[in-house]
């Protein structure tokens, strides 16, 4: 029969710290993805009781952001040369690029809130060019909003495509092309062109027409 150890004889595992909870979220998001990434498989990982983290983050939307704010570090800063609006253009394409390498997580962009260091830079970043560009500040302070909207959406939609969503496509571009000019006159004539473009020769006119809007559209 085995004799009992003391629990002073065992080794005192790490004290829990709201960073390292985001450092095993991390690993667990790049090992296995953002849909194995709960609450309870983080305290597996910890070695603790999910009670525990609740200390730290409220729920799983808050370490969702935390996670999405650490990933943010990502973002490459804006380049040295271009215009202010093309280099404004940059940056959110490379938030955009982010999102894209983790599936699920720009869902989940979409209602997370992040407030840390490294999404804080990058609103700070988005309007230092926009004021660069003498983009009036209140419309400014709106359209990061709108620009940060657009880039999340966008991966959203294609960061976790299926293979039948490629028939889906093409489906629809037999609708559209089948369209009566009687009855759809307009779409008809639009025709195939509602729908070409790369994604990302569409994400750059959307993103450059978003930027000329904020600058020409004053709030009312």
Partial sequence: MTAPRSRRERPAKPALTR?????AALAILRAEGLSRLTMRRLAHELDTGAASLYVYVRNTVELHAAVLDELLAEVEPAPAAGTWAERLEAVLGSYTVVLFRYPGLAQSALVARPRGDNYLRLVDTLLALLAEGEVPGEQAAWGVDLLLQLATATAAEHADERPEDRDEWQALAAVIHDASPE?????????????????????????????????ATPRT
């Fill in 19 to 23: 960073a390292g909870i985001i450092t």
């Fill in 183 to 215: 009855k759809y006159p307009h779409l008809a004539a639009a025709g195939s062109d509602l729908l070409s473009g790369a994604p990302g020769q569409r994400l750059s006119w959307a993103f450059r027409a978003l930027i000329a809007g904020i600058a």
